[in-house]
């Protein structure tokens, strides 16, 4: 069976999203999905020394249609936000043991000029998954063929990525609104993610979840990869969870 993982490309994507690309063998950059201002496409949280610091990417929004696809989304021009994010980095984590090692890794990703957000956004995920020993293989769903509802687009992105298998972790949100026995009936299996937020030692005080990977990554480096070990477990459609983990929220499959 080879599995694959569908998820918006999001900006520094937290450690549940990496975990979930790391337990698949192939990881559809889901980038024909609808950018939303709600959504983690272009921000995310780091923590800082009097609580959570959100770094966002600047988008160009004046003269573009309200709803676009991910792919089409371009970054702004109008502020030094590159330099901006390395700075907030440095005085929120300097003193992390793993600091200089990855900010030697991520340097290079911000100054590529990269002028779409989605090229950033799995440029920056691919260098921490690279980092990581990740052989999971990266297609965008823009070039592969797909169409119809929701679940007809898991169905052939799955088909079209070479896959039988489908990696969710969001197989119970009532936001997902995927039509899981029809899944089934097209011969693609799922596996639903088992994850639970890694405990860890943190700067700053009390520990705190759901914070982008760069956090376990400063604090920990390598040895982040002990903390997530991409276990997933096969489900039917008709048959209940019984892992544990909680389920992430998200639109998608």
């Known amino acids: 069976?080879?599995?694959?993982?569908?998820?918006?490309?999001?900006?520094?994507?937290?450690?549940?999203?990496?975990?979930?690309?790391?337990?698949?063998?192939?990881?559809?950059?889901?980038d024909t999905a609808q950018y939303?201002?709600?959504?983690?496409?272009?921000?995310?949280v780091?923590?800082?020394?009097?609580?959570?610091?959100?770094l966002t990417i600047p988008i160009v929004t004046a003269g573009r249609p309200r709803f676009q696809a991910l792919k089409d989304v371009e970054i702004s021009s109008g502020s030094d936000w590159r330099n901006a994010h390395l700075r907030l980095l440095r005085e929120h984590y300097l003193r992390a043991p793993f600091y200089d090692e990855v900010r030697d890794l991520i340097d290079p990703v911000y100054r590529r000029n990269h002028q779409w957000l989605v090229d950033f956004?799995?440029?920056?995920?691919?260098?921490?998954?690279?980092?990581?020993?990740?052989?999971?293989r990266i297609v965008r769903a823009s070039e592969l063929p797909h169409d119809g509802d929701r679940t007809?687009?898991?169905i052939d992105l799955t088909r079209a990525a070479g896959c039988d298998t489908h990696v969710t972790s969001s197989r119970f949100s009532p936001a997902?609104?995927?039509?899981?026995?029809?899944?089934?009936?097209?011969?693609?299996?799922?596996r639903e993610q088992v994850f639970?937020?890694?405990?860890?030692?943190?700067?700053?005080?009390?520990?705190?979840?759901?914070?982008?990977?760069?956090?376990?990554?400063?604090n920990l480096g390598g040895g982040a990869k002990a903390h997530l070990p991409g276990r997933s477990v096969l489900v039917g459609a008709d048959v209940p969870f019984s892992g544990e983990g909680e389920v992430e929220p998200a639109p998608l499959g």
């Open 121 to 136: 956004n799995v440029d920056l995920t691919a260098t921490v998954l690279d980092y990581l020993g990740s052989r999971t």
């Open 1 to 30: 069976m080879t599995s694959a993982c569908l998820h918006q490309p999001n900006a520094y994507p937290w450690a549940k999203l990496v975990d979930k690309i790391l337990g698949s063998d192939v990881w559809i950059v889901y």
């Open 196 to 218: 639970a937020d890694p405990r860890y030692p943190q700067l700053h005080g009390d520990f705190e979840p759901r914070l982008s990977v760069l956090d376990l990554l400063f």
């Open 152 to 154: 007809q687009r898991v």
């Open 176 to 190: 997902i609104g995927l039509d899981w026995q029809r899944i089934d009936d097209a011969g693609i299996a799922v």
């Open 36 to 44: 939303t201002r709600t959504e983690f496409h272009n921000r995310q």
């Open 46 to 54: 780091v923590k800082g020394r009097q609580g959570p610091v959100w």
